[in-house]
């Protein structure tokens, strides 16, 4: 009779915010991502970088920047800004992915958020610290701005711990096992997740980074592991490919679950950015926690 009252959104968005409660809960309740790291013989001893992070000095703006980074089109945008940071640019230069509409959108947005400066329509980046400087020094890739934005995205959609441009170290007397740079890492769940991420399009890839991921996971044993591509090309082109190559024979293939999904055996996943990145995330975590059910 209570749920009558309520059209199937309603219904639906009070069961959402139901299960962000719960998680919440159990979140409390399970090992901090600290502690299953130190299970496996790993502390962290670097995490989040700033010295290449492309993100507003403003506290307040977080919220808007994160929303903005949620759009494939905006992500690309940005690299192209990056990719010209040493001189000004034009709207009319940098528009290769989306309309002169939304790239002037998007350069109205940054330069309300105080990251572009302007001389005659021409735009130039800039960083400022939290007292309003400019920061010196220049950006030298996407890679650690995609990586904030992947840690903020099982933050915020899916309640987990997490940390990005984590460097791992193997405590003393516990011991093999692969330290170095792991990309996110995060709790979920009571469960340890590790996200390699790549900004670079498939064609920059190379099969010693698809070996390098392979080795990580297998030095950290999570419990989840996924490779994944800002890109909406399609993964099975050459990424999929060199991951058969590198894996161990006889030993799980890559399968297609969605269109660019791929799983690997029984918590390794393949993803790309191909409709939503947020939405991939749910799918992979969605197939993990329905493989993993206990038998009925």
Known sequence: MYMEQFSDWEELELLRAEVKRLRTMLSLCTPSLEALLKRRGFEIYKKAPADDLLVPADPDAVDSWYEAMKRYSFRLFLRDVIKRQEGFFTIEGITRYATAGVTGE??????????????????????????????????????????????????????????????????????????????????????????????SPPKQIYPNE????????????PDISVFFMDTELRMKDKIVPMFEEALPSPGPRPERLHKELF??????????AKGSAAMNMERILAHYFSSHRPPS
Do not use: C
Request: charged fraction near 25%; proline fraction near 1%.
């Open 106 to 199: 998007y350069t109205k947005y940054l330069l309300e958020a105080g990251m572009l400066e302007e001389e005659d329509s021409h735009y130039r980046l800039i960083r400022k610290n939290i007292q309003g400087h400019e920061k010196p020094g220049g950006i030298k890739s996407f890679g650690a701005t995609l990586e904030w934005f992947t840690a903020q995205l099982l933050r915020r959609e899916f309640q987990a711990q997490a940390e990005w441009g984590v460097k791992l170290k193997r405590k003393a007397g516990t011991g093999h096992g692969v330290g170095g740079d792991y990309d996110v890492v995060a709790r979920l769940d009571g469960l340890l997740l590790y996200m390699e991420v790549k900004s």
């Open 210 to 221: 698809i070996a390098a991921f392979l080795e990580r996971a297998r030095g950290l044993a």
């Open 263 to 272: 799983s690997i055996g029984a918590g390794m996943y393949i993803i790309n």
